[in-house]
């Protein structure tokens, strides 16, 4: 069984694949001229929901606001202002860290807070919304308890600058008017509000919300668009959409405020740091020099003597001249250390010079201890109060400038342009909307055709038929032109077809099946032929009585016999049909009336509560037949669907020959084979095939239009 459903699995996609691979681009762009009501269809309904989401959906207004980077220009006034100190602190950032700091939680969190971002008071109201008249209420302070804070808050207007609170039970909590804040007690909690701005109609109603200031500051991310301008350029856009188009403009120069005096507070953070540690440890230096000092005056008035001689001033000189000599190299030690390794040349350089220094330092030290004990002691207490002299003033000169850092200190940031009010809305683009909704509605009607057509994977070459199961195809009755005719061809107890429309193509192909069966019938008098149908809706009956109506206006004397005696639809208006002469309650000639044409009798199926295969089975069809051979020239039998009941297989034994009605596109090339073969094992009679419901080939005309043409002559 499985291998059975993959076969057929495997079937029906080949099947599909050869239909859709069939279909040139001619065939296709017929298609969907012969269903452009249906994508007219889709496009108005495409157009119709278009303009309601135009209407539905808010105005939006875009401002924006360009920032500027300067990744060198901020650093450099510390770096001439400080010296070697200034490179320490230099902190320049790239574009892309700037916009994911403007997007960051730091700048976000301040301006939901100082905008109010996080409450919100949304318009009720279908019609004021589809028509775009909803008013505005600003709130920038609302407390709802937290019991209640996901409840449906509703502000009411009053009047002029007159607002109701209503509770979620629809209570009044408080009334109160524009720029007052007022509060009131609910749900054991207090609750405030201030509405900032009121610009509606008495009767608007807006749902109040406390939302979270975190998702607020998503939210606002993620409507940010942050990008630079240009490739390394430094210029960076912030663009924002609201509602509002003051609310938009006010939002983006606070994010601009904002991310401004973070970023020179940033800038400045690292030399406030340096220069708080250097206060914190300046009076300790202080107290140090004072120490030093106070002990070289108390050592020199103990001994009497308050100067030195010229031999000990010089080498005190020559002693602080190389200790400056010493720590300055030592300054550009560490300054090559950020750039190199230790081993590079330069900073070896730099370490032999400092060692030079050193030995001669030592060098200094061991000659002075040639001198008198009071000259050494004199020259120590010296060189400590000279040393501790330089740290301290170095240290004042490091926070002297590091104070000027932090005073002319403007980041690296500045602001080129500060958003302004837009006046004309950004969204939504009525005109864009429409024009994709056409195209959508276009592109979705002509996938919908395709589907269609897809679905409908039958076979649709009449030479492929012919190939696979050996009958010709006598005839292919295509679509009517006339929409009116062709509207009423299941109609059976009407006028046939042919009758009505004679210059019609449907008109042709029965006169053209006529002639294949004169030509091709083993014995054309005085046949029976047989015309079933593979399912239903194939127009096996269509068929049937319009080829018989055909048969009669050509001067045979034709017998039309309705043999679905379980649905029949061909009417002879006679009270009297086919079960009632099996019954043996009628005969043929009371049964069969003439209807339409003096050549073209009918006899319906009739009316039995026996079951039709039962009736079928006896001598009584096979008597009928007989009979009606004698008495007529052509005898056509309408029979039931094959693929549903067996009559029509208890009836092909006793006809001469068998037409097979195919819906174009509907069966595959297989249920057709499926279907003759299991007739072939009932009878060996000869037959054909009908293709009915064909489309009308691109590049053909019909013979109608030919003849319409030559009769207007």
Same mark, same amino acid.
């Given at each position: 069984m499985l291998d059975l459903e993959q076969k057929n699995l495997k079937n029906t996609l080949t099947t599909s694949v050869r239909v859709a691979n069939s279909l040139s681009i001619q065939e296709a762009l017929l298609l969907l001229w012969k269903r452009k009501i249906l994508i007219l269809l889709f496009v108005a309904g495409a157009l119709l929901f278009g303009f309601c989401y135009a209407m539905w959906v808010r105005p939006q207004f875009t401002s924006d606001v360009l920032l500027q980077v300067n990744t060198k220009g901020a650093s450099s006034k510390a770096t001439k202002a400080m010296g070697e100190m200034g490179a320490v602190l230099d902190l320049a950032s790239p574009a892309d860290a700037e916009i994911e700091l403007i997007k960051s939680r730091?700048?976000?969190?301040?301006?939901?807070?100082?905008?109010?971002?996080?409450?919100? *008071?949304?318009?009720?109201?279908?019609?004021?919304?589809?028509? +775009?008249?909803?008013?505005r209420l600003d709130i920038d302070s609302l407390s709802i308890p937290k019991k209640v804070r996901s409840k449906k808050w509703i502000a009411l207007v009053k009047g002029d600058d007159k607002y109701a609170l209503i509770s979620p039970d629809g209570k009044v909590v408080l009334e109160g008017s524009v720029g007052h804040v007022y509060t009131a007690k609910y749900a054991g909690e207090i609750l405030a509000i201030r509405v900032s701005f009121m610009d509606a109609k008495p009767g608007q109603k807006f749902r109040l919300i406390q939302g979270s200031p975190l998702k607020a500051e998503r939210s606002l991310k993620n409507s940010l668009n942050v990008m630079e301008k240009g490739k390394q350029t430094g210029i960076i856009s912030v663009r924002y959409s609201h509602r509002y188009p003051d609310r938009a403009a006010s939002i983006l120069n606070t994010i601009a405020k904002t991310y401004l005096r973070q970023n020179v507070e940033m800038r400045s953070a690292e030399a406030e740091k340096t220069?708080?540690?250097? $206060? #914190?440890?300046?009076?300790?230096?202080?107290?140090?020099?004072? #120490?030093?000092?106070?002990?070289?005056?108390d050592y020199r008035y103990s001994i009497g003597s308050?100067?030195?001689?010229?031999?000990?001033? *010089? +080498?005190?000189?020559?002693? #602080?001249?190389?200790?400056?000599?010493?720590?300055?190299?030592?300054? $550009?030690?560490?300054a090559a250390m950020r750039l190199f390794k230790a081993e590079h040349p330069s900073v070896q350089t730099i370490v032999k010079q400092q060692n030079k220094l050193r030995a001669e330092l030592a060098q200094?030290?061991?000659?002075?201890?040639?001198?008198?004990?009071?000259?050494? $002691?004199?020259?120590?207490?010296?060189?400590e109060?000279?040393?501790?002299?330089?740290?301290? /003033?170095?240290?004042l000169n490091n926070i002297q400038q590091l104070r000027v850092v932090r005073a002319g200190e403007v980041g690296n940031v500045r602001i080129v342009d500060f958003a302004q009010i837009e006046q004309s809305q950004t969204k939504p683009n009525k005109t864009r909307i429409m024009m994709a909704s056409a195209t959508i509605g276009f592109?979705?009607?002509?996938?919908?055709?395709?589907?269609?057509?897809?679905?409908?994977?039958?076979?649709?070459?009449?030479? =492929?038929? =012919?190939?696979?199961?050996?009958?010709s195809v006598f005839a292919k009755i295509p679509q009517s032109a006339n929409k009116v005719l062709r509207g009423h061809r299941h109609l059976h107890h009407g006028q046939p077809f042919v009758l009505q429309e004679c210059d019609d193509a449907v008109c042709e192909s029965f006169r053209a099946l006529q002639t294949a069966l004169a030509f091709l019938m083993p014995n054309p008098e005085h046949s029976v032929i047989l015309v079933m149908g593979l399912n239903p809706g194939a127009g096996k009956s269509f068929v049937s009585l319009n080829l018989a109506a055909t048969m009669a206006a050509s001067g045979k004397k034709?017998?039309?016999?309705? *043999?679905?005696?379980?649905?029949?639809?061909?009417? #002879?208006?006679?009270?009297?049909?086919?079960?009632?002469?099996?019954?043996?309650? *009628? /005969?043929?000639?009371?049964?069969?009336?003439?209807? +339409?044409?003096?050549?073209?009798?009918?006899?319906?199926?009739?009316?039995?509560?026996?079951?039709?295969? $039962?009736?079928?089975?006896?001598?009584?069809?096979?008597?009928?037949?007989?009979?009606?051979?004698?008495k007529f020239d052509l005898v056509i039998v309408d029979t039931p669907p094959l693929n549903l009941v067996t009559d029509t297989e208890l009836i092909c034994p006793l006809v001469d020959y068998s037409l097979y009605v195919l819906h174009y596109g509907r069966n595959t090339i297989e249920e057709i084979k499926e279907t003759i073969e299991r007739v072939k094992r009932y009878s060996d009679k000869p037959g054909a095939i009908v293709m009915n419901h064909c489309e009308r080939e691109p590049g053909r005309y019909g013979y109608g239009d030919y003849g319409k043409g030559r009769s207007g002559k």
């Open positions: 730091m700048v976000l969190s301040y301006v939901v807070a100082a905008e109010h971002i996080h409450l919100k *008071a949304i318009p009720i109201g279908f019609s004021d919304r589809i028509t +775009h008249k909803e008013g220069l708080e540690f250097l $206060e #914190s440890q300046l009076p300790g230096v202080k107290a140090k020099l004072d #120490s030093a000092e106070k002990i070289l005056a308050v100067d030195i001689g010229g031999e000990t001033k *010089a +080498h005190l000189d020559k002693e #602080s001249q190389l200790q400056r000599q010493i720590m300055q190299l030592e300054q $550009e030690r560490q200094l030290k061991k000659n002075a201890e040639k001198m008198p004990l009071t000259q050494q $002691e004199v020259n120590r207490l010296q060189e109060v000279a040393v501790n002299n330089e740290v301290y /003033t170095n240290m592109v979705l009607g002509v996938l919908f055709v395709f589907l269609i057509r897809l679905l409908k994977n039958g076979v649709r070459s009449a030479s =492929e038929i =012919e190939r696979e199961t050996g009958l034709v017998l039309l016999i309705d *043999a679905d005696m379980r649905r029949g639809v061909i009417h #002879s208006g006679c009270k009297f049909g086919l079960a009632d002469v099996l019954l043996g309650l *009628a /005969t043929l000639d009371t049964a069969a009336v003439p209807k +339409h044409e003096d050549n073209l009798f009918v006899m319906n199926a009739g009316k039995t509560k026996l079951a039709a295969c $039962e009736l079928l089975r006896g001598d009584a069809m096979d008597k009928l037949l007989k009979e009606a051979r004698q």
